[in-house]
């Protein structure tokens, strides 16, 4: 994995950042940017110079992003899947108190 991502570093490609973000994540985290890219300038043996650090750290931002609103999503499911059960199907209309307040305001032609 280190030749290929030193390879395609060098050819400086799309999306090596980030595929370097999420290879290196816990590390990054760790360390922060600028150290982790004099860590990484060492682990690939190439120079620091050739890692972009502000690519680098937007793809450190947005894996946490994503990080962030994946756990989020993953949170809220549990309380969705309670609301679905505690709904009783066909109850809804069958009270004439349920009726949304707006429909007083409804006239008839």
């Not at 994540?25 to 922060?32: R, Y």
Request: hydrophobic share 30%; net charge positive; glycine share 6%.
């Amino acid at each position: 994995m280190k030749e290929f991502l030193k390879q395609k570093l060098l050819e400086n490609r799309s999306g090596i950042y980030s595929l370097i973000a999420h290879h290196y994540a816990s590390q990054i985290n760790e360390m922060g940017c600028s150290l982790f890219r004099d860590w990484l300038s060492e682990e690939l043996s190439v120079d620091k110079s050739a890692i972009n650090l502000t690519g680098l750290y937007s793809a450190s931002r947005r894996a946490q992003k994503k990080d962030k609103r994946k756990s989020k999503t993953d949170g809220l499911q549990p309380e969705l899947k309670n609301k679905q059960k505690s709904v009783i199907p066909g109850s809804t209309f069958s009270d004439p108190g349920s009726m949304p307040s707006s429909v007083d305001n409804i006239t008839e032609m």
